[in-house]
Nanobody, 124 residues
Framework: QVQLVESGGGLVQAGGSLRLSCAAS????????MGWFRQAPGKEREFVAT????????YYADSVKGRFTISRDNAKNTVYLQMNSLKPEDTAVYYC?????????????????WGQGTQVTVSS
């Protein structure tokens, strides 16, 4: 079973960029669809982006489309989230998630493996 560890969060000014990484353990990473979610204080966890097992398909929340890019490197067991043109409303804890499957998935309950999260704070 895969275990996930996020990194790359931090404090950035509005308009800046960050790249989040999610390193997965195990030898079956390429069998998993991957997703990024985020949760702001007092709010529910929400979908950000997802990528299929081979990187061939991606899907984004409307709020991040055109600013964020999800990618993966199966040789390194890692999925990335490049975040550009950050806004204060992007401030949240960002979570990496995984599930076996050949498609991509956008609902929290589609996923059964979660990382511990990494804080992203965007100042105005």
């Amino acid at each position: 079973q895969v275990q996930l560890v996020e990194s790359g969060g931090g404090l950035v000014q509005a308009g800046g960029s960050l790249r989040l990484s999610c390193a997965a353990s195990g030898r079956t990473f390429s069998s998993y669809a991957m997703g990024w979610f985020r949760q702001a204080p007092g709010k529910e966890r929400e979908f950000v982006a997802t990528i299929s097992w081979n990187g061939g398909s991606t899907y984004y929340a409307d709020s991040v489309k055109g600013r964020f890019t999800i990618s993966r490197d199966n040789a390194k067991n890692t999925v990335y989230l490049q975040m550009n043109s950050l806004k204060p409303e992007d401030t949240a804890v960002y979570y990496c998630a995984a599930r076996r499957g050949s498609l991509y998935y956008i609902r929290v309950y589609d996923y059964d493996r979660w990382g511990q999260g990494t804080q992203v704070t965007v100042s105005s």
